[in-house]
Each structure stands twice: as structure tokens, then as C-alpha cells.
């Protein structure tokens, strides 16, 4: 087995607000996306260490308390055991988590080949919509309390050549793994797999290519794989991998624009 380690935070006024999050749920969030990526690495989640970044506040123990008490329940769904971590005094409230897995052999965003199919686990746009004023509860728990995808992970991974979870939007993470492997990619619009949410909405499309947070998974499969794969789970294949560079969009066959908005920029605002 080899150990798979990555690291994550969520920090208070870029990713979330607790006026429209309770700490519960900052808590679930922040040991999530970082469950999301030992998922798409085909990891098995072992050990987590927590760094606690706390502003000056009347209510620091109750909040902190509840953190702790969302992030445990997680936890303990995935057979996760926090062996660690800091308390610091901050600005603003950050939950940094450091996760570690075993895989025997772990996937990266590298390894996708021209022919390959790009395959999605999980529904796209759903998130984004969570931060609508008053979203659906449907788009609102997306946001607040998304579920990381390790068991599709875990059987995925004998059958994928590359793989990332969808944490900064459809079109951003496509991307790395087209950079990481010196490829490209066309993707069908009309395959993609818009959540309940994203699918009432004029602009779901636009929320689905370049919203984020879903903490689906999007892999490259060579085709002689699909069959078995489909037999152990459900997916959507919604392109294929080419030569080249960058990403074509096409809709019912014919050429699509891309969006203006392809994803999260973690150093812009």
C-alpha cells in the first residue's frame, strides 16, 4: 500500500459565512473536500490532523464545539480518526486539515491518453446554487454539506487512468488533468449531469461548467474499461480525451462557446 496525503482549509469570509453556515456544518465541509481528494486518488481515508485557526469572540468554545461535533460525525462515516493537529489564534475562523490514505495504486491527474472517456460520478452545479439567496434545500446542502465520493473512489480506481474530484469547477479541473497529462479533451454539454438544483435553473449549464464545490469525480477511462465499470456503478460519459491542447465544448453534436467563468481562482477574489 502506498500513503496518499493531502491538505485543504476553509477559511471564513472566502469559503464560507456563518450567517449562512452553521459551525456543524464548516466543520463536515472542511474534512469533506479533503476526503474528495483521497476519493479521487482511489485512496482509502485512514488519519486526519486538524490546525484550528480562532478569532476573538464571547462564543469561541460553543462554536468551536460544534466544528468539532460536524466534523466528527464525517468521521466517523468514513472510518477517519483524527490523530492531531493545532489551535492558533487567527482573524477569522479557518479549519486547516492535513488527510491520509492508502492505495495500492494511487490515481493523479496525470495518466489520461487521447481515446480515453471522460466520465463523471456525481452531479455538477447543485453547489453553485447554494449560494444563491435562498437557494433550494437541495442546492443549500450541496454547499454546506457535500458528500465525498471515497466508495465510488475505491472502485473506480482499478478502472480510470486519471482522475480529480470537481472542487473549483467542471472546466478549471478538466484542465488540470489535460496539463498534467499534455492532452485535450471534447466534452459533450448534453451528457453532463446537472443536479436537481442546476437543472431548474436558466443559467444550471453555466453553473455546472464553471460553479464548483461539487466534490464529484471526473476520470479518464480508457474505453475497453467502460463495460466493467458499469456493472459496479453509475456514471455519465460526457467526452473523450484528444491530442492536442486546451477544451472544446459541443452541444448535440455541434460547437458550443465556452463559458466566460471556467472556474475558482484561489488567488482572486
Request: proline share 6%; charged share 25%.
Amino acid at each position: 500500500m502506498q500513503l496518499v496525503a493531502t491538505t485543504d482549509a476553509v477559511i471564513e469570509g472566502v469559503h464560507f459565512d456563518l450567517r449562512r453556515f452553521s459551525p456543524e456544518d464548516v466543520g463536515w465541509k472542511a474534512l469533506a473536500v479533503n476526503l474528495s481528494d483521497l476519493a479521487a486518488a482511489g485512496a482509502r481515508p485512514r488519519w486526519f490532523l486538524c490546525a484550528l485557526g480562532i478569532p476573538a469572540s464571547s462564543r469561541v468554545v460553543q462554536i468551536a464545539q460544534r466544528i468539532s461535533r460536524g466534523m466528527s460525525s464525517l468521521a466517523r462515516k468514513s472510518r477517519c480518526a483524527l490523530i492531531g493537529g493545532n489551535v492558533t489564534s487567527a482573524a477569522e475562523w479557518s479549519v486547516t486539515i492535513t488527510a491520509l490514505g492508502e492505495a495500492r495504486r494511487p490515481l493523479s491527474r496525470a495518466g489520461a491518453r487521447p481515446g480515453d472517456a471522460l466520465v463523471v460520478i456525481g452531479s455538477l452545479g447543485d453547489a453553485a446554487a447554494g449560494l444563491r439567496s435562498y437557494p433550494s434545500p437541495v442546492a443549500a446542502r450541496a454547499q454546506r454539506r457535500p458528500v465525498p465520493r471515497v466508495r465510488e473512489g475505491l472502485l473506480v480506481a482499478p478502472f480510470a487512468s486519471a482522475a480529480i474530484d470537481v472542487s473549483d469547477g467542471f472546466l478549471q479541473d478538466l484542465g488540470h488533468i489535460c496539463a498534467e497529462s499534455s492532452v485535450g479533451a471534447v466534452v459533450e454539454c448534453s451528457s453532463l449531469p446537472l443536479g436537481k438544483a442546476a437543472r431548474r435553473l436558466p443559467d444550471g449549464m453555466e453553473l455546472a461548467l464553471g460553479g464548483g464545490e461539487d466534490y464529484a469525480l471526473l476520470l479518464a477511462v480508457p474505453k475497453r474499461n467502460l463495460p466493467r465499470l458499469s456493472r459496479k456503478l453509475r456514471f455519465a460519459e460526457v467526452g473523450r480525451v484528444v491530442r492536442g491542447r486546451g477544451i472544446q465544448l459541443t452541444e448535440l453534436g455541434s460547437p458550443r462557446p465556452l463559458p466566460r467563468r471556467s472556474g475558482f481562482d484561489h488567488l482572486r477574489k
